[in-house]
């Protein structure tokens, strides 16, 4: 997947979950604060972004924006909302 096919999806989606480097993350996209990423089975509340690609330029994944290693995502649950 590229980084403007994971934005479409972020822009168009409701509710994401995806696996990266060993680690299950979410992504609310229905957050009244913005977009939220959230990683799973942690106590925090993630971080909010106010646009898709401004979390895949500065969320990172152990260190590296997660816009450079979106090629190894695996998405595991996608909710469709916006076409």
């Not at 934005?7 to 957050?31: L, Q, S």
Request: proline letters at 1%; aromatic letters at 10%.
């Amino acid at each position: 997947m590229t980084k403007n096919e994971f934005i479409w999806k972020i822009e168009h989606g409701d509710d994401i979950m995806f696996n990266i480097n060993g680690r299950k993350f979410v992504i609310f996209t229905w957050d009244d604060e913005g977009i939220r990423i959230v990683e799973q089975n942690s106590n925090s509340e993630g971080l909010v972004y106010k646009e898709a690609n401004e979390l895949v330029d500065k969320f990172l994944v152990d260190g590296i924006p997660l816009r450079e290693v979106v090629g190894d995502i695996t998405i595991t649950a996608y909710t469709l909302v916006r076409e």
